[in-house]
C-alpha cells in the first residue's frame, strides 16, 4: 500500500488527511462523488481550521486580559473573563485556575465589604455616643473600630477624645468626692486637672467648684494656724506624760476641728492613764520602814504552775520592784548588817544605786525583809502578783516579746534599773521586773533542797523567765544574778 498523506507531510493534519485518503481510496463508492463533493470537504476543513484558530486567539487574549485583572485585583471582572473562557474551551487548565482566583478574590472582596460596613455601623454608633456623653460605650465602639482598621476614617482622633472625657468626668467626680469629704487640697488638685485645657468644662460648673475648694483650704490653713500651738503644747504635755493637760489640749483641738485622728487618740489615751493612775492610787501605797512602794494584790482564786491548778489566796502587798543597791544600804547602815560582797565599804557603786541588789543570800534577804517589817513571798504568792489570775505565761501574756524584759536575749550582760521595762513589762497588778533583771528568793522550801528561786534574770533565756518556771539555790549561797522583794499581808488600802 502507498503511504499515507499525513505520513508524507505531517503537518497536513488529521482532518485534511481524512479527506485525502478519501479522495485517494480505489472503491468508487467510497470516493466523494464529484469534484465539487471534494471542494465541499475540504472547505469545511479550512472552515473549521479558520474557526479553531480564531477561538483560539479569542482564548489567548482572554486570558491575558484575565492575568491582569487578576493582577489589579479586579475580580469581578476576572472572574467573567474567566467564565466566557470556560465555555469557549472547558477543559483548559489554565481557565480553571483563573477562575479559581478569581472566585477567592471576589470571596475576599465581599468579606472585606461586610467588614467595612460593620465599622462604618461600629462608626457611626461611636459618633452618636459620643454626642450623648455616654464616653464607656463609646469607647467599647471605637477601639473596635480601630482594631479592625487603625486608618478608618478619623476614628482614632475620636477614640482619644473619649479617653479623655471619660477620664476628665471621673477627675470630676472625685473632686466632688474630695470636696464632700472636706479633704480640700486633694479637691483642688482633682479641679485643676478636670480644667486643664478645658477652662469651660461643663458650663463652668468645675471652675465655680474650684474656687469653693481654695476658700476651703484656706480656712483649713486659718484653722491649722490656730491650731499649731495646740500641737506644740501636745508634744511637750504627752513627753511630761502629764495626762491631765494632754486631755485638755486635746479637747480644745476637737472642738476647733471635730473629727481629728490625732487629736481623739490622744483624748483617749490620756484619759485611760488618768483611770488608770486613778485604780493605781488606790491599790498602791508605800511601806513606811523602807519607803519603797508597794502594789495590792487582790484576794481570790488564780491559775498555779505549769499545769495551772486552781488556787485561792487573801489579800497581800508585794513590792513593785526588788529592793535595789540603793534601798538595802540604808538597811545596812540602819542595822548594822553585812554588806554584799562586791560593793566598797557600806556603799554601793554610784552608777547603780537604782539597779537591784545582787550577792545576797537568802539570809540576807530574809533579814532585811525582818528589819522592813515584811517577809519574803511564798511561792504561790510570788507567782499569782506575776501572772495575774488567768495563768497567763509571761507578766504581759502568752507570747514572748523581746524589748519587754531584761534576759539573756536583749546581749545587755548585766542588771539594769528596776522598773526600766515599765509598763509594758508590767504585771496585771503593776508588778516590775518580774521576768528577767535578777532571781528572787522566795520563803518556800524546794523539795530538793535550798530555797526556791522565781522569775529568771539578765542571764536566763525566753523559757527560764516564765512565771511558772522555778530555781533553787542553797539558803547561803550569793550570785550576781540574784535579788529579792518583800511583801506585807497586812492591808495598806
Known amino acids: 500500500l502507498p503511504p499515507a498523506p499525513l505520513e508524507i507531510a505531517p503537518h497536513l493534519g488529521d482532518d485534511l488527511n481524512d479527506v485525502l485518503l478519501r479522495a485517494l481510496t480505489k472503491p468508487p463508492s467510497e470516493r466523494y462523488p464529484s469534484a465539487g463533493a471534494l471542494v465541499a470537504a475540504l472547505r469545511e476543513v479550512t472552515d473549521a481550521r479558520t474557526e479553531a484558530a480564531q477561538r483560539e486567539t479569542t482564548l489567548e487574549q482572554l486570558e ?58 461600629l462608626y457611626q454608633q461611636g459618633l452618636q455616643l459620643l454626642e450623648e456623653k455616654n464616653w464607656e460605650q463609646a469607647i467599647s465602639a471605637l477601639e473596635e473600630v480601630v482594631k479592625g482598621n487603625p486608618d478608618f476614617r478619623d476614628a482614632q482622633e475620636n477614640l482619644a477624645q473619649a479617653h479623655d472625657e471619660l477620664q476628665r468626668a471621673r477627675r470630676y467626680d472625685e473632686a466632688i468626692a474630695h470636696a464632700e469629704a472636706e479633704d480640700w487640697a486633694a479637691a483642688c488638685r482633682a479641679w485643676v486637672s478636670v480644667l486643664r485645657g478645658r477652662i469651660g468644662y461643663r458650663d463652668g460648673d468645675a471652675a465655680k467648684r474650684l474656687l469653693d475648694a481654695v476658700e476651703g483650704l484656706l480656712g483649713r490653713y486659718e484653722q491649722a494656724s490656730a491650731a499649731l500651738p495646740l500641737y506644740d503644747g501636745l508634744l511637750v504635755t504627752i513627753k511630761k506624760e502629764d495626762w491631765a493637760k494632754t486631755a485638755e489640749l486635746s479637747e480644745k483641738l476637737l472642738q476647733l476641728k471635730p473629727g481629728l485622728g490625732y487629736p481623739q487618740a490622744w483624748l483617749a ?225
Not at 470556560?86 to 482566583?101: I, K, N, Q, S, V
Not at 517589817?373 to 511564798?378: A, E, I, N
Not at 505565761?393 to 507570747?399: I, T
Not at 515599765?422 to 508588778?431: E, I, K
Open 269 to 493: 489615751h490620756a484619759r485611760a492613764e488618768l483611770e488608770r493612775q486613778q485604780e493605781q492610787g488606790q491599790n498602791r501605797a508605800v511601806w513606811e520602814q523602807d519607803g519603797k512602794e508597794m502594789v495590792c494584790v487582790p484576794a481570790g482564786q488564780f491559775l498555779y504552775g505549769d499545769e495551772k491548778k486552781e488556787m485561792e489566796l487573801p489579800e497581800f502587798w508585794i513590792d513593785k520592784t526588788p529592793v535595789t543597791n540603793g534601798e538595802y544600804a540604808r538597811f545596812v547602815a540602819a542595822a548594822g548588817h553585812e554588806p554584799p560582797e562586791h560593793w566598797k565599804g557600806d556603799v554601793p557603786p554610784q552608777e547603780t544605786a537604782d539597779h537591784p541588789v545582787t550577792y545576797v543570800s537568802w539570809n540576807d534577804a530574809a533579814a532585811y525583809a525582818e528589819w522592813a517589817g515584811k517577809r519574803l513571798p511564798t511561792e504561790e504568792e510570788w507567782e499569782k502578783a506575776a501572772r495575774g489570775s488567768d495563768g497567763r505565761k509571761y507578766p504581759w501574756g502568752n507570747d514572748w516579746q523581746e524589748g519587754r524584759c531584761n534576759t539573756k536575749e536583749t546581749g545587755i550582760g548585766a542588771t539594769t534599773p528596776v522598773g526600766q521595762y515599765s509598763p509594758d513589762g508590767d504585771s496585771p497588778y503593776g508588778c516590775a521586773d518580774v521576768a528577767g533583771n535578777v532571781w528572787e528568793w522566795m520563803v518556800s522550801e524546794h523539795e530538793k533542797g535550798g530555797r526556791v528561786l522565781r522569775g529568771g534574770s539578765w542571764y536566763s533565756d525566753a523559757n527560764a523567765v516564765r512565771c511558772a518556771f522555778r530555781s533553787r539555790l542553797a539558803p547561803f549561797a550569793s550570785n550576781d544574778d540574784v535579788g529579792f522583794r518583800c511583801v506585807s499581808p497586812v492591808s495598806l488600802s
Open 64 to 121: 491575558t486580559q484575565a492575568q491582569k485583572l487578576l493582577k489589579d485585583g479586579e475580580w469581578l471582572e476576572a472572574f467573567d473573563c474567566c467564565t466566557r473562557m470556560m465555555r469557549l474551551d472547558p477543559g483548559r487548565p489554565a481557565t480553571l485556575e483563573m477562575l479559581t482566583a478569581a472566585k477567592q478574590g471576589l470571596d475576599r472582596q465581599q468579606a472585606e465589604e461586610v467588614k467595612r460596613r460593620r465599622l462604618a455601623e
